[in-house]
């Protein structure tokens, strides 16, 4: 692994050590030279307004660079090792996985493919590898949903980003289990730039897992390493298609995290975005749905629980394109210490999208007098004949709540968690699937015993 500190030098290198066609090089270039055009985001504006843009540059570390080609040169998922690696997390999540894909930096990838899939046509591959391998699907959809002209920290990911994942489901399959993707930080005073492409064709259906952490015995002086971290996550979701997708956000304590998640979503198709909060140390992410086709159908739940001084900015938008398209968003943020939070949901009705729905609400629970959420909503309505409600709350926890507790042989923290666990109980019991949800509660529920403990 080596690094470089000059944007077009690293663009150029990765392109060179990965063996990329010249259309990708010439895109990386280009995104480069977009996000040195575009100036810095503006505090003035509200979606910047509790946040500071200059905390995600990355003039202070390195981008990662790739050592070689043959860390991406045989993604195809077979043989032992693969076989070894899904069963491996099949066994640590005690539930049934289609595939498996981790990326330790930008060092290695390792994946695993269940051959039922593989063979009905299914593609889990590092982006790298897709390229490579599936030129025509990738060339077609990679930045597509996410443009590097869309802002400056797009055009960063675009031209820096390294390995990446692509997951393809080919028409009418439906994925019956999981695919479950892992990025892996541990360098210190490191830049990352995870990027997920997710494609499904007509009547195709798949659950997602995209999850952020830093490597559990990667540490710089007994605290984890300082990383800036810029993700973006495009899906298509074609006709007919359902997509649940889940993003982790468990970064080391020291990581500054802007995540840009943007779907496309056609008719009949319906995506359940799931985003789980808790790691980090200065944290923005960018969620929406445009729902582009009648009777296309997005839900969002958001699930963030921040401790210690802890920063948390959320911006969702659901973009009603078409007529006939439903939205609904529960957004649940529990704070503690000194953390902080501002969510800002906008839903938009487009001038032609008639007869559509949609509801967002936002809740906020604060455990401590020195932490403070923000919530604005939104609401752009160019057409009147739709119905959109909203609700927001901000309050700290029920002290009558937490005696009752006490007075049933719990301690205050425990009664306290116990709270928290109940409030975000509405949101993640959204989720049908019981293992998905099962396993999105025992990474909440990590936390919350983490903190219990302290």
């Not at 060339?139 to 393809?168: I, S, T």
């Not at 710089?220 to 390493?225: L, Y």
């Not at 968690?417 to 909440?444: H, K, Q, T």
């Amino acid at each position: 692994m080596s690094t470089l500190t000059s944007g077009p030098d690293a663009a150029r290198t990765i392109a060179k050590i990965v063996g990329e066609p010249e259309w990708l090089e010439k895109w990386r270039l280009n995104a480069w030279e977009s996000f040195e055009a575009q100036p810095m985001p503006d505090r003035v504006t509200h979606l910047w307004r509790y946040t500071e843009p200059e905390k995600f540059l990355t003039d202070k570390v390195a981008p990662l660079i790739p050592a070689s080609a043959e860390v991406f040169s045989s993604m195809g998922g077979s043989g032992a090792a693969s076989e070894s690696l899904l069963a491996s997390f099949r066994e640590e999540s005690g539930e049934e996985l289609a595939g498996v894909l981790v990326q330790d930096d930008a060092d290695a990838v390792t994946l695993g493919i269940d051959p039922k899939w593989r063979d009905m046509g299914v593609i889990v591959s590092d982006l790298s590898s897709a390229v490579r391998d599936h030129a025509d699907l990738v060339e077609k959809h990679l930045g597509k949903m996410v443009p590097f002209e869309q802002g400056k920290f797009a055009g960063l990911n675009a031209a820096l980003f390294v390995g990446g994942v692509f997951l393809y489901v080919p028409a009418g399959v439906e994925l019956e289990v999981p695919v479950h993707a892992v990025f892996r930080s541990s360098k210190d005073l490191s830049a990352v730039f995870p990027r997920t492409l997710i494609v499904l064709e007509e009547g195709a259906a798949a659950t997602f897992i995209d999850e952020y952490t830093s490597s559990p015995n990667a540490t710089v002086n007994g605290a984890s390493p300082r990383v800036v971290a810029h993700s973006v996550v495009e899906a298509h979701v074609g006709q007919n298609a359902r997509l649940q997708y889940v993003s982790l956000q468990n970064w080391g304590l020291r990581t500054r995290s802007h995540h840009t998640q943007r779907a496309h979503v056609q008719r009949d198709g319906s995506i359940l975005s799931v985003n789980v909060g808790l790691g980090g140390l200065y944290n923005k992410a960018d969620i929406a749905a445009e729902l582009r086709g009648s009777n296309a159908y997005s839900e969002m739940i958001g699930v963030l629980f921040g401790d210690s001084n802890q920063h948390f900015d959320n911006h969702t938008e659901h973009i009603h394109v078409h007529a006939n398209t439903f939205s609904d968003l529960d957004f649940k943020v529990v704070l503690e210490d000194r953390a902080r939070s501002a969510y800002t949901g906008l839903i938009r009705i487009e001038l032609d999208a008639a007869n559509s729905e949609a509801y967002q609400e936002n809740r906020n629970l604060m455990l401590d007098s020195d932490c403070r959420a923000e919530s604005i909503p939104e609401l752009e309505i160019l057409n009147e004949n739709v119905r959109c409600t909203h609700g927001a709350t901000i309050g700290p926890i029920d002290e009558e709540q937490v005696f009752y507790l006490m007075t049933r042989g719990l301690s205050r923290r425990a009664a306290q968690l116990a709270i928290v666990e109940g409030f975000f109980a509405p949101a993640l019991d959204r989720i049908n699937d019981e293992a998905l949800n099962e396993r999105l509660w025992s990474y909440v529920r990590a936390k919350l015993h983490k903190l219990q403990t302290a």
